[in-house]
């Protein structure tokens, strides 16, 4: 025989008024902060990459009435070789800067993993970080009289130790590499930050039970750790990858894209097609093909990742 109290039908449990009012206000606020972040994204994203499409179909120079050009535009893209030398300089200079702030962050965010503690970890994280948050412009300034040819205080120091003055930014590989390095000490803190947190996420079993296995720390790191934090290896190398392409500040503020066009990135190539030469409809092309080159090498960076990144 059954009992009374389980014959009873269950009742459904109802919500009280003021409980259904206060998750109804919490949707909308949520829906309003999603729209919010959605209309920020489309004016000052989706709207500007639109225009520049639509332009890079026309010729304009802001004076006159812009004219339909179809691809034409596209057309003198493929055959403009200062424009084309621009891209592989800012490829190969993207690279640089990747392998460099890649290779850099890890090995100071295992260092200080290992070898200081929750306060070094603090502290390391705050000092490396810091020269993120000054102004690229203001960067570019000082370094650009820091690493001056004649009148620079880095040669003036090797002048006095006897060592002739270094052509920082008076030639082509010294240029590059000088930019380079600027822009990795400026980026590195990024990278190092994430690193750090990566690392101290990793569980402490496996760590343990790697040390009893009898590994030894380079085993370690590379067997385990660097596999476990390889999701965030991924995402920082896409993160200064897509900015690095975009390279600009530095270049521009320090070398003028030069010596020659040694520095001349592909967003200097489109300041200097569109502000300089009023040339926006070709502006606009070279920014579209750009936009386009970052979007399938972000891709392949995706794709190779699915072999050699650990999801747990």
Do not use: H
């Not at 402490?204 to 370690?220: F, Q, W």
């Not at 579209?288 to 999801?311: D, E, N, P």
């Amino acid at each position: 025989m059954s009992s009374p109290a389980l014959s009873k039908p269950l009742r459904a449990v109802r919500r009280r008024p003021g409980a259904r009012r206060t998750a109804r206000r919490e949707a909308a606020f949520g829906y309003a902060m999603i729209a919010l972040a959605m209309l920020f994204v489309t004016v000052f994203t989706f709207a500007p990459i639109l225009a520049s499409l639509g332009l890079s179909f026309f010729d304009w120079d802001v004076i006159s009435p812009p004219t339909w050009a179809g691809l034409a535009n596209y057309e003198r893209f493929f055959t403009d070789g200062p424009v084309l030398q621009s891209f592989g300089v800012t490829i190969c200079m993207a690279i640089a800067i990747v392998v460099l702030q890649l290779t850099l962050g890890l090995f100071l965010a295992v260092l200080v993993n290992q070898r200081t503690t929750r306060f070094g970890r603090t502290f390391f994280r705050t000092a490396f970080y810091l020269p993120l948050l000054a102004s690229t412009a203001a960067v570019a300034i000082f370094m650009g009289y820091l690493f001056d040819t004649k009148f620079g205080a880095i040669n003036y120091y090797l002048g006095l130790l006897g060592i002739s003055g270094v052509p920082w930014l008076s030639s082509p590989i010294g240029a590059q590499a000088t930019i380079v390095l600027i822009v990795v000490w400026q980026q590195v803190g990024f990278t190092f930050v994430l690193f750090v947190s990566a690392l101290m996420a990793v569980p402490t079993d496996v760590l343990e039970a790697s040390s009893i296995d009898g590994a030894g720390p380079l085993r370690t790191l590379f067997r385990i750790k660097i596999p476990l934090i390889s999701p965030t290896i991924l995402f920082a190398a896409v993160i200064a990858f897509i900015n690095a392409m975009q390279l600009f500040d530095q270049p521009f503020i320090m070398t003028k894209g030069g010596p020659g066009t040694a520095t001349t990135t592909a967003t200097i190539s489109m300041y200097q097609t569109g502000f300089q030469n009023l040339q926006f409809g070709y502006s606009s092309a070279i920014a579209i093909v750009l936009l386009l080159l970052i979007l399938a090498i972000t891709g392949i960076q995706f794709l190779a990742a699915r072999k050699v990144v650990f999801y747990q």
